[in-house]
């Protein structure tokens, strides 16, 4: 069964830095692009950002660009989501979400994590 | 960046009734990269539909989904219960990706 599992989630204060992470199972990592997807409470789903199988293509979504990181480390079949100056506007539950292809772009999404959640505020 | 728009807001129908939801972009969506994605309450997101009109696996065949360029359908032919959710477009052909702001499809 392809399962993904996200951590890292917490409360933490504006300006500050967080790592979520997302452990894989059930299917061959390394053949599939990865996304993190959020939604703030009660709104609607935002694209964060995508990784190629194998790093070297990566994208964002402008909101966070600059700021957040997302990288994989395939020998561990880990997903990760490094986001740094985190504002309150970042509120959200973060979505680990498998690629059905090789490229963040051109393939759809079509597992899903349960989600972490994300909290900024002071 | 291609922006989704999503219309109505939220639809109110009984269930056996036809529901179509609406999906515009700012831009045309290349080769048909457009997907829908079902959300039931306090669960992730399902896939239904990608390249505008292939239903994922295990979807029934009540959702279809049509459209090309800028304009995108989704229609679920007799509302069942557990049809009753929110419903998001998303393109996944030009970075940045992007979803729609969602449907919610209510019983009236």
């Known amino acids: 069964e392809v399962q993904l599992v996200e951590s890292g989630g917490g409360l933490v204060q504006p300006g500050r830095s967080l790592r979520l992470s997302c452990a894989a199972s059930?299917?061959?990592?390394?053949?599939?692009?990865m996304h993190w997807v959020r939604q703030a409470p009660g709104k609607g789903l935002e694209w964060v950002s995508g990784?190629?199988?194998?790093?070297?293509?990566?994208g964002y979504a402008d909101s966070v660009k600059g700021r957040f990181t997302i990288s994989r480390d395939n020998a561990k079949n880990s997903l990760y989501l490094e986001m740094n100056s985190l504002r309150a506007e970042d509120t959200a539950l973060y979505y680990c979400?498998?690629?059905?292809?090789?490229?963040?772009?051109?393939?759809?999404?079509?597992?899903w994590g349960k989600g972490t959640t994300v909290t900024v505020s002071s | 960046e291609i922006v989704l728009t999503q219309s109505p807001g939220t639809l109110s129908l009984s269930p056996g009734e036809r529901a179509t939801l609406a999906c515009r972009a700012s831009q045309s969506v290349s080769s048909y990269h457009l997907a829908w994605y079902q959300q039931e309450r306090g669960q992730a997101p399902r896939l239904l539909i990608y390249?505008?009109?292939a239903r994922a696996t295990g979807i029934p065949d009540r959702f279809t989904g049509s459209g090309s360029g800028t304009d995108f359908t989704l229609t679920i032919s007799r509302l069942e219960p557990e049809d009753f959710a929110v419903y998001y477009c998303q393109q996944y052909g030009s970075s940045p990706l992007s979803f729609g702001g969602g449907t919610r499809v209510e019983i009236k």
């Open positions: 059930g299917f061959t990592f390394d053949d599939y692009a």
């Open positions: 990784i190629n199988w194998n790093s070297i293509s990566t």
């Open positions: 390249g505008a009109s």
């Open positions: 979400v498998k690629g059905l292809g090789l490229q963040y772009l051109y393939y759809y999404m079509d597992v």
